[in-house]
């Protein structure tokens, strides 16, 4: 099964500061999720970018998609303490019985420093 | 976006025992998932759960160990069976109202087995 993997796994910055991370995945996909879990609890879904598109906004939140080359990247803007999270990304496959089930990354745990 | 209420959203159990997670939605959905989270880990797909029959579960998941039910299309649940401290982890339902559309997930249930 194809599996997600994020970079880097944990990111560091000052508030204010912008974070990247990144995410690679192995096989076709119908779309891309990105979610937020503070502290162990429930996700928040963030984004999702369809297999055709390149580029998603979200007030401070940017997502690319290259299907050429398999990943996607996720830019949070001028970066505040409360971004203090993991950030996941999940892949949708394509292709018959797939029935929206989503395959995880494994996160980056990003702190932002006041 | 639906509104998910899942219960409890945590327990202390001892071995041996079972423990039945409940997930509530507020409107019809198309599917309902369940998802774990070990420890310091990402996500991992348990079972779909199908609406009048039995769920579809994942590689390395039965249904003697987590067996499944969803009587309707707004709730569903997860029981933890003869559960043993490797069954310590976030248990998480998600839903999705068709293709292409986020998956959203419930505040999980924190499962601590001693």
């Known amino acids: 099964s194809q599996q997600g993997e994020e970079d880097p796994q944990a990111l560091s910055i000052q508030e204010g500061e912008n974070a990247t991370m990144n995410c690679s995945y192995k096989?076709?996909?119908?779309?891309l999720q990105w979610y937020r879990q503070n502290s162990g609890r429930g996700l928040v879904h963030l984004i999702l970018?369809?297999?055709?598109?390149r580029e998603k906004h979200s007030g401070r939140l940017r997502v690319t998609l290259d299907t050429s080359k398999k990943s996607s990247s996720l830019l949070i803007t001028a970066s505040r303490a409360a971004d203090t999270a993991s950030y996941f990304c999940a892949t949708d496959a394509r292709g018959g019985g797939s029935n929206y089930k989503l395959t995880f990354g494994k996160g980056t745990l990003l702190t932002v420093n006041p | 976006s639906a509104v998910i209420s899942q219960k409890p959203s945590r327990d202390i159990c001892q071995r041996g025992t079972s423990l039945t997670i409940q997930c509530q939605v507020d409107s019809q959905v198309t599917m309902m998932f369940w998802y774990r989270q070990q420890p310091g880990q990402s996500l991992t797909l348990i079972a779909t759960a199908n609406q009048g029959s039995e769920a579809t579960y994942e590689s390395g998941f039965v249904i003697d160990k987590f067996p499944i039910s969803r009587p309707n299309l707004t709730f569903s649940t997860l029981t933890v069976s003869n559960m043993s401290p490797e069954d310590s982890s976030i248990y998480l339902c998600?839903?999705?109202?068709?293709?292409?559309?986020?998956?959203?997930f419930g505040d999980g249930t924190r499962l601590s087995i001693l």
């Open positions: 096989t076709s996909i119908n779309n």
């Open positions: 998600s839903v999705i109202t068709g293709p292409n559309q986020p998956q959203h």
């Open positions: 970018i369809r297999s055709n598109e």
